[in-house]
């Protein structure tokens, strides 16, 4: 059974669409398909199973893998037959793996990342099940265009590898289940893993790019924190390590508060319509409200209606 993935299309493609004889030559097949053409070979003594979500958002290309212990080569061969030219991103998000290029080796634990270059030979492996977000884009749509220092380096905490990988996991998820809600973020997302592939490489991110992480690891942080209703500027700018000034500079006019408030009211959203029978004033203090009174007040400045009836407008979308 030959397997052909659209790049430009939603594919989920798993293994248990063959026997278990067929389970490691069909596997071969979806990851030239979804990625570029690779030999791999399975881990000895145990049963392959694997499966692919990819999720393409414009020119990057999001591959969620979980599959058995193996070994995949991209070779000098296989490269010269071909004319793909990607940066690639492992980010691991269970198990172990390595990455190899350029004479470096790449340890990768979960939250950690690594970059590869598919002009020049690599190797992945992974002695056990894995978990991983493969992050694929064209390198002309990147800033780097030398990628010989920067393959192959573990980039985890306290690296803006960290960030990236947070971000682009849940760029994965949320257009996973809605198609479009990422295309906007497309330029971000091709400035972030930029300014991550430029600080692999040894240098400093440019100040755009260094911008754009200092961002994205403020919108990371109150994310996390929304649901504490002390936080305030103060204490963002300094959980992230940057001047009030700075703060407002990459949130632009809307500010730290009014940024917050949009975030806490986007997650009432979401609880409300998800269960509905979760009591509203639980919903209130899950997103950071203080009174049950204060969040209906900003709920319904902020949609037009209050949290019951958006409730149950949800309730009778969904019949």
């Given at each position: 059974m030959s ?28 990851i ?24 393409p ?8 893998v979980?599959?058995?212990?193996q070994?995949?080569?991209?070779t ?8 793909e030219?990607?940066?690639?991103a ?25 970059f590869?270059?598919s ?10 099940p ?6 694929q884009v ?8 030398d ?22 996991r ?12 990422g ?5 971000h ?5 930029s300014?991550a592939?430029?600080?692999a ?10 911008e754009?992480?200092v961002?994205q ?6 994310r996390r ?7 305030d500027?103060d ?5 992230c390590?940057?001047s009030?000034r700075?703060?407002y ?10 940024r ?5 009211i ?14 509203v ?12 009174s ?6 319904r ?6 949290p019951a009836e958006?409730?149950r ?5 969904g019949?």
């Amino acid at each position: 059974m030959s397997r052909v993935v659209d790049r430009h299309r939603y594919a989920q493609l798993s293994t248990a669409e063959v026997g278990e004889r067929d389970a490691f030559a069909y596997w071969r097949e979806m990851i030239c398909a979804t990625f570029v053409r690779l030999v791999a070979e399975p881990v000895e003594g145990a049963r392959f199973t694997g499966s692919i979500e990819h999720v393409p958002v414009g020119d990057v290309e999001l591959s969620t893998v979980v599959a058995g212990g193996q070994h995949v080569r991209r070779t000098s061969g296989l490269i010269a037959e071909g004319t793909e030219e990607y940066l690639l991103a492992s980010i691991q998000v269970e198990g172990r793996g390595r990455v190899e290029q350029d004479g470096r080796i790449a340890e990768l634990s979960a939250g950690e990342m690594a970059f590869y270059d598919s002009t020049r030979p690599y190797a992945l492996h992974f002695d056990d099940p894995f978990h991983q977000l493969v992050v694929q884009v064209p390198k002309r749509e990147l800033w780097v265009r030398d990628t010989r220092g920067l393959t192959s380096r573990t980039l985890g905490t306290g690296t803006p590898g960290a960030v990236v990988a947070a971000f682009f996991r849940s760029l994965s998820d949320t257009v996973a289940t809605s198609p479009d809600g990422g295309v906007g973020l497309v330029p971000h997302a091709l400035g972030l893993l930029s300014a991550a592939a430029t600080y692999a490489g040894g240098s400093a991110p440019a100040h755009d790019a260094a911008e754009t992480l200092v961002r994205q690891r403020v919108l990371d942080f109150l994310r996390r924190n929304l649901f504490d209703p002390s936080l305030d500027a103060d204490a963002v700018a300094k959980a992230c390590n940057v001047s009030r000034r700075t703060l407002y500079r990459i949130l632009g006019d809307e500010g730290a508060a009014t940024r917050l408030r949009r975030m806490r009211i986007e997650r009432a959203r979401e609880l409300l319509a998800a269960d509905r029978s979760r009591p509203v004033g639980w919903v209130a203090t899950a997103c950071g409200f203080e009174t049950e009174s204060g969040f209906y007040r900003a709920f319904r400045a902020a949609t037009g209606e209050t949290p019951a009836e958006y409730r149950r407008r949800c309730g009778t979308a969904g019949q």
